[in-house]
T-cell receptor
């Protein structure tokens, strides 16, 4: 079974530029998550999708971050404009369903550096 | 709000020895799940072990076991017969029953010395 795929693996941009990350979850997984992991901290949930609907985006900085999951499969996370404090690893995860005791499977992450 | 605290930023252990990583959490919920995740350098995070709060028996997965003390809100991970491949960041995480949102601690970096 293929795991969660993410691209790019690394990205360096200047502040005020925009950037987009892509995630392809495990086939059949209805729930998709985006986490932000700042160096020295644990991952923090940014947004959770159930199929193509948003379940939780309470910690997403909506003035600069946006995310979508078209057709309930792939997802993109965008930052526009980026700030220095957005430097982090962005992790995508997926699980079978929402609300059940299902394991979340994580992708390798995208390491973003904002200069 | 739920919080997860890992008080040991770094730990080290000799190969083949045993090490225990600490985790405490704060919640007013009675039904929840606790997890330990492993994140090797530049590799993806994987689940090591999980514990349902309603179960009194401590979870075990091969060389990994937990000491779950619900009243004390403590959830420690014991790694027996440590191997070089166990070197990684270990994160403790909490999830309320009925929610998929994971709340992570800051992690403990484990070094295994040959």
């Amino acid at each position: 079974e293929a795991g969660v795929a993410q691209s790019p693996r690394y990205k360096i941009i200047e502040k005020r530029q925009s950037v987009a990350f892509w995630c392809n979850p495990i086939s059949g997984h209805a729930t998709l998550y985006w986490y932000q992991q700042i160096l020295g901290q644990g991952p923090k949930l940014l947004i959770q999708f159930q199929n193509n609907g948003v379940v939780d985006d309470s910690q997403l900085p909506k003035d600069r971050f946006s995310a979508e999951r078209l057709k309930g499969v792939d997802s993109t996370l965008k930052i526009q404009p980026a700030k220095l404090e957005d430097s982090a690893v962005y992790l995508c995860a997926s699980s079978l369903e929402d609300g059940g005791p299902y394991e979340q499977y994580f992708g390798p992450g995208t390491r973003l550096t904002v200069t | 709000a739920q919080t997860v605290t890992q008080s040991q930023p770094e730990m080290s252990v000799q190969e083949a020895e045993t090490v225990t990583l600490s985790c405490t959490y704060d919640t007013s919920e009675s039904d929840y799940y606790l997890f330990w995740y492993k994140q090797p350098p530049s590799r993806q995070m994987i689940l090591v072990i999980r514990q349902e709060a309603y179960k009194q028996q401590n979870a075990t997965e091969n060389r990994f076991s937990v000491n779950f003390q619900k009243a004390a809100k403590s959830f420690s991970l014991k790694i027996s017969d440590s191997q070089l491949g166990d070197a990684a960041m270990y994160f403790c995480a909490y999830r309320r029953s009925g929610s998929e949102k994971l709340v992570f601690g800051k992690g403990t970096k484990l070094t295994v010395n040959p």
